[in-house]
């Protein structure tokens, strides 16, 4: 393990997520005191988003990600259904999606960004539901994973990245990000404000499943490097 050293929240939101904290009156040490001994589940991870869902409606947030899904589009075939998980509350990838001739769903456990992404975007079927236990109702042309996952149980990485990869259609496309890690790691902290935390399983163990749910990795990045965020696009060739 090398707890401590993934900086999944060091992206371009930090700024304006540690001036949220501080607006909110939370100390980093003592949330982390509390957190010492305790792995956050999923819901307890949609109940701090609920108290930060109003940052991702932020306009710097707006381009966060698209350049880097006009990279994964290209690999696309057929566009007709798209998955967005951890869709959060901006809707940029909806309007991106939709922009492409995509019909798109979403689905994020925080109730509060399921609502206001719900109020940008009426007709788009929104899902508040845990990724870890939802069941795909179909399968996708495309699925996105944009700086969400990374809040998984490290003991449910394996199991969701399963089954987002045979979620996927015959050259279905998947893009996420990750921590660019040489190891399997997570971590906890109030970086953001309220407490979060991270799992990753580091780049050979996530290329070795890529490769073992019949997927094939089309471009690996760390596109804030020095940061560790990583963003992976991956393409469906077995069915
Ligand atoms: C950093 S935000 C990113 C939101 C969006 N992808 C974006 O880039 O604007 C992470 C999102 O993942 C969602 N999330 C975290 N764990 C989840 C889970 N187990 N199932 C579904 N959504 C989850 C959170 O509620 C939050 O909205």
New binding site residues.
């Given amino acids: 393990m090398v707890a401590g050293k993934i900086a999944p929240a060091a992206y371009c939101v930090t700024d304006k997520i540690s001036r949220a904290s501080v607006a909110l009156g939370i100390d980093c040490g003592i949330v982390l005191s509390t957190l010492l001994g305790h792995k956050m589940q999923?819901n307890e991870?949609?109940r701090s988003?609920d108290t930060i869902a109003n940052v991702?409606q932020e306009p710097h947030?707006q381009s966060?990600?698209i350049a880097q899904f006009e990279r994964a589009i290209k690999f696309t075939k057929i566009r007709n259904h798209a998955l967005?998980?951890?869709?959060?509350s901006?809707g940029?990838f909806f309007d991106f999606l939709l922009k492409h001739g995509f019909q798109v769903e979403g689905?994020?456990?925080?109730e509060k960004?399921v609502a206001l992404a719900r109020q940008r975007h009426p007709n788009v079927p929104l899902h508040q539901?845990?990724?870890?236990t939802w069941n795909l109702p179909r399968e996708y042309d495309f699925i996105s994973a944009?700086?969400?996952t990374w809040?998984?149980p490290l003991e449910k990485q394996e199991l969701v990245l399963r089954k987002i990869c045979e979620g996927l259609t015959q050259n279905g496309v998947f893009i996420f990000t990750t921590g660019g890690l040489d190891e399997p790691g997570e971590k906890s902290d109030s970086c953001m404000g309220p407490p979060m935390y991270y799992s990753v399983l580091g780049i050979p163990k996530t290329l070795e499943l890529l490769t073992r749910f019949g997927c094939i990795c089309r471009h690996l990045e760390y596109d804030q490097y020095p940061e560790q965020h990583l963003y992976v696009i991956a393409q469906r060739i077995q069915q």
């Fill in positions: 999923p991870i949609g988003y991702w947030i966060n990600g967005d998980i951890g869709c959060g901006s940029r689905i994020d456990i925080s960004m539901a845990d990724i870890c944009w700086d969400s809040h998984l």
